[in-house]
C-alpha cells in the first residue's frame, strides 16, 4: 500500500500568509476568483480554495481532499454548507458548486461552500482496496476536524456546518450527524493523521438515506412482501417470507415514540406509515396537486375525528409555515396501504429479495453493499445473520464492527449523547437540527428506515424535518426553497 506523507513539502512553499499546523496547511492567499451563472441568469462571484489535504497521511491523491468556495461578502462567522456526492457507497470527488442543487444555492444564499472528497468500495492504490467500510465516513470526519483546524484563518464558521447528502451520501449525512466526536472513530482518525479536533456538525440534511443496513432486508421484505412481484416468485417468496417474520422482533426492539410521544410496535407501524404517507398527499394536495383515488386514499369535504394533524406533534416539517389548510375542499382521510404500496411497485421494479445482501442467497451476485463491507483483496462480504446462514457462515467480528460503526441508529439516544453540546470537551455530540425526506414513491430502501431515524432523533431531543416528499422516487436537492428556508429558521 503506498502512501505519501505532503504536509512536509506544502509547508515550505508556503508564503509568510499561509498557516500549518498539526501538518496541515491552509493559505488564505491561495484562493482563486471564479463566477457561476445560476439558472435565472444571476451570476455568483466567489473565491476557490482548491485541493486541500485533509489528513496527513493521505493514501489517495484523487480523492482525500476538499474544495472551499467563499461567496462575497462571507466573513468567519458564515454558515457552512458541506455537501458531499457520495453515492452507492463509491469514491466520490470533490466537485465544484453546481448551478442546479443546493451547492449553488447555498453561494447565492451567501453561504461557505466545502465539498470533500471520499474514498469509496471502488478506492484503490496498488491492487489494494482502501476506501471500504468505514473509510468513508472517516474521509468526512477527518475533512470537518480540517475546518475546525483552521476555522481561524478560513471564512465559514466551523461551528455552524450543515452535512448534505442523498442516497448513500444521505446515509453518511446521517452518520456524521450522529457520530460528532464518537471515540469508536479516534483511533482510526489518528492514524490517517487527521486534526485532533472535533468532528460534529449543527445540522444534516438526508435526502433517501440508504442507511440501517443490517435491517434493511427486513424492512423492504415486511413493506412489500404482499406485491404482485413478491407473490409471483417462486424462488423469492420464500426469502421474502422469512425476512418479514423478523420485523416484529426489530421494530419492537427499538421502543420507539411517534410525534405524540406514543409507543410504536409492529402492531401499530403500519398505521404510523399510513398516516405520513398521508401527510404527504395532504401536503401536496394544499399546494395544488392532483392526487387520484386510484392510488388508493380516501378523500373528504369534511375533516373526519381519525384524521391525522398535518403536522403532528414535534415533527416541524413545512418550516416558518402554519399548518397549511386544504384547499377546494378535500381532505385526504384514509390511504389502502396495500393498494398503494402496489402502486409503488408498479412504477419501478422492486429489488430482489433480499434488497441488499444479496451474495449468495439464491444464486444472486454481491450487492454493493456486499463490497461496502468486503476486504482490501476486493473480496465482498455478507453483512446480515440471515444472508449468512444461507451461505453457511458466521459474520467475521470485522464486518460485524464495521456494520454497526456504519449505523446511525447505534449512536443516537445512548447515554454520553449531548445533543449539540460538545465544543470543547469533545464529547460524543448529535447535530442538533435534521432535515430528512425521502420520496413518497422511492423504493430503493423501505419507508420504515428514514422513518425510523427521524423518530429516533425526536426522542433524543433533536429538532427534527420529516417529510414523505410526495411523488418523488430516489432523488435529493429538490425543493431547494424549502431546504434554505429551513436552514434560515435554524440559524
Given at each position: 500500500m503506498k502512501k505519501i506523507i505532503i504536509a512536509t513539502v506544502i509547508a515550505f512553499t508556503l508564503c509568510a500568509c499561509g498557516h500549518s499546523k498539526q501538518g496541515l496547511t491552509f493559505n488564505p492567499n491561495d484562493g482563486e476568483e471564479a463566477e457561476l451563472t445560476m439558472p435565472d441568469g444571476e451570476v455568483v462571484r466567489y473565491t476557490a480554495y482548491e485541493h486541500l489535504y485533509y489528513v496527513r497521511n493521505v493514501e489517495d491523491t484523487a480523492y482525500q481532499y476538499l474544495n472551499v468556495y467563499v461567496p462575497e461578502g462571507a466573513t468567519r462567522t458564515t454558515p457552512i454548507l458541506l455537501r458531499t456526492y457520495i453515492g452507492g457507497y463509491m469514491s466520490a470527488k470533490a466537485r465544484r458548486p453546481q448551478a442546479g442543487d443546493a451547492t449553488g444555492r447555498a453561494l447565492k444564499e451567501g453561504y461557505v461552500?466545502?465539498?470533500?472528497?471520499?474514498?469509496?468500495?471502488?478506492?484503490m492504490q496498488d491492487n489494494v482496496y482502501i476506501g471500504r467500510a468505514p473509510k468513508g465516513l472517516l474521509d468526512l470526519k477527518a475533512a470537518i476536524r480540517y475546518l475546525r483546524l483552521f476555522d481561524r484563518e478560513m471564512p465559514g464558521n466551523a461551528e455552524r456546518i450543515i452535512i448534505d447528502g442523498t442516497s448513500a451520501g444521505g446515509a453518511m449525512s446521517a452518520l456524521v450527524g450522529a457520530t460528532g466526536n464518537h471515540p469508536a472513530y479516534d483511533e482510526?482518525?489518528?492514524d490517517m493523521g487527521a486534526a485532533k479536533e472535533s468532528d460534529d456538525v449543527y445540522a444534516a440534511v438526508c435526502f433517501c438515506p440508504i442507511t440501517d443496513l443490517e435491517h434493511a432486508d427486513i424492512v423492504y421484505e415486511w413493506l412489500y412482501n404482499g406485491t404482485p412481484s413478491r407473490q409471483r416468485s417462486a424462488q423469492q417468496l420464500p426469502i421474502s417470507n422469512q425476512l418479514k417474520e423478523q420485523f416484529p422482533n426489530y421494530i419492537n426492539d427499538l421502543k420507539l415514540k411517534d410525534w405524540d410521544g406514543n409507543e410504536v410496535t409492529a402492531d401499530n407501524y403500519m398505521d404510523l406509515l399510513r398516516r405520513e404517507l398521508i401527510r404527504s398527499a395532504q401536503t401536496a394536495k394544499n399546494a395544488g396537486a392532483d392526487i387520484s383515488d386510484t392510488l388508493g386514499f380516501a378523500f373528504s369535504q369534511e375533516t373526519m375525528g381519525g384524521m391525522p394533524p398535518i403536522n403532528g406533534g414535534k415533527n416541524t416539517a413545512l418550516p416558518m409555515m402554519q399548518a397549511p389548510q386544504p384547499q377546494r375542499g378535500e381532505y385526504v382521510i384514509g390511504l389502502d396501504m396495500q393498494r398503494y404500496l402496489n402502486y409503488v411497485a408498479s412504477t419501478q421494479p422492486l429489488k430482489t429479495a433480499?434488497?441488499?445482501?444479496?451474495?449468495?442467497?439464491?444464486?444472486?451476485?454481491?450487492?454493493?453493499?456486499?463490497?461496502?463491507?468486503?476486504g482490501t483483496d476486493g473480496s465482498s462480504m455478507n453483512f446480515t445473520v440471515y444472508s449468512a446462514y444461507k451461505n453457511g457462515k458466521d459474520l467475521p467480528k470485522e464486518v460485524v464492527d464495521n456494520v454497526y460503526l456504519m449505523n446511525p441508529m447505534n449512536f443516537i439516544g445512548i447515554e454520553e449523547n449531548e445533543v449539540g453540546k460538545n465544543k470543547k470537551e469533545n464529547k460524543h455530540a448529535v447535530a442538533q437540527h435534521w432535515y430528512i425526506r425521502h420520496g413518497a414513491r422511492d423504493r430503493d430502501t423501505g419507508f420504515p428506515i428514514p422513518l425510523n431515524l427521524a423518530l429516533k432523533l425526536n426522542e433524543a431531543g433533536c429538532d427534527v424535518n420529516f417529510l414523505f416528499a410526495w411523488n418523488r422516487g430516489h432523488s435529493g436537492d429538490y425543493a431547494l426553497d424549502e431546504l434554505f428556508g429551513w436552514m434560515k429558521s435554524i440559524l
Open positions: 461552500v466545502v465539498i470533500p472528497g471520499s474514498r469509496g468500495r471502488d478506492a482510526m482518525l489518528s433480499p434488497a441488499f445482501d444479496t451474495k449468495g442467497v439464491v444464486g444472486q451476485h454481491a450487492s454493493a453493499e456486499n463490497e461496502l463491507f468486503g
